[in-house]
Structure formats: structure tokens, C-alpha cells
């Protein structure tokens, strides 16, 4: 009973934002978690065609808020979400990684293995975050490719 389990983490983890376990918010959950690219709004709309549109878009910001996923744009500079994998909380999000923008899929991954060197801003300036976009053909496409 995979499946059962997975639910039951779900709702755990809403639990530990203090979130209410609903319906519509486990389902984005799960489809979430069951990618490894990041999900935009109109991927999940076409998936959830019984979850409005407020709706997805509310249950987006609360887990962006919340610390459970991250805004990634793509090339067409779509927001695109996904999971976050480091230690993220409410508000304080540290995604600092590069993120891979596919030119032949679209699709946009987040490279977690990858940690972002550290920058050597002048004096004075204080980043709190910064992004780093790489694009190109990701491993499946350019498997293709060859
Ligand atoms: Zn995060
Ligand atoms: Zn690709
Ligand atoms: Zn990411």
C-alpha cells in the first residue's frame, strides 16, 4: 500500500505548516512530489480540471509562503513551482541552486546537487538569495539528440 503512505506524508507535512489537510491541496501535493521537473499553473490546470483556477493559484501561494515549493521561471518566463528539497520555512526560502531550463522540453529542473558558489558581492550589499539559470538540452532530450 504505497499509495496510503505517500497520502499519509502528505498530510503530515501539511500538518507541520499548519495547513488544513484538503482535498485539492494533497492532490497538487502528490502531482507535485510524483515529477522531477517543476509544475506551472497551467500544467496543473489541465491535470485538475475540477480544482479552479483561485483555488490552484491560493494553494500555490500558501505553499510558496510556507516554504514547501519555489517559483522557477522558464524560458517563456512562466512561473513554474517546485518542491523545495533544502530547509525552507515560512518566508525564508534558501533554493540556491541551479535551475535548468530544457530549450527543446520546456521543462525546467532544479539541480539540487548543484550548490551555487559563493558571490563576492562589493561592500555594502547584502544578497538574501540569488538564482542561477542554466539552459540547454536536458539529459533525456539530448539523449534524443544523439
Ligand atoms: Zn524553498
Ligand atoms: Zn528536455
Ligand atoms: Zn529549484
Do not use: W
Request: aromatic share 8%; glycine share 4%; charged share 20%.
Amino acid at each position: 500500500m504505497t499509495h496510503a503512505k505517500t497520502t499519509y506524508q502528505f498530510e503530515d507535512l501539511l500538518d507541520k505548516h499548519q495547513l488544513k489537510k484538503t482535498a485539492p491541496r494533497l492532490r497538487v501535493l502528490s502531482m507535485m512530489y510524483s515529477k522531477n521537473t517543476a509544475t506551472s499553473q497551467p500544467d496543473l490546470e489541465s491535470v485538475m480540471h475540477d480544482i479552479d483556477r483561485v483555488t490552484l493559484y491560493r494553494i500555490l501561494n500558501v505553499f510558496e509562503e510556507k516554504g514547501i515549493i519555489h517559483k522557477v521561471f522558464d524560458l517563456n518566463g512562466t512561473a513554474n513551482y517546485a518542491i523545495c528539497h533544502s530547509n525552507c520555512g515560512a518566508h525564508k526560502h534558501h533554493d540556491e541552486h541551479v535551475h535548468f531550463n530544457c530549450t527543446n522540453c520546456k521543462n525546467v529542473y532544479c539541480l539540487n546537487e548543484l550548490t551555487l558558489p559563493a558571490l563576492n558581492l562589493p561592500g555594502g550589499f547584502k544578497a538574501e538569495g540569488f538564482t542561477l539559470y542554466a539552459s540547454g538540452l536536458c539529459s533525456k532530450c539530448s539523449k534524443k539528440a544523439n
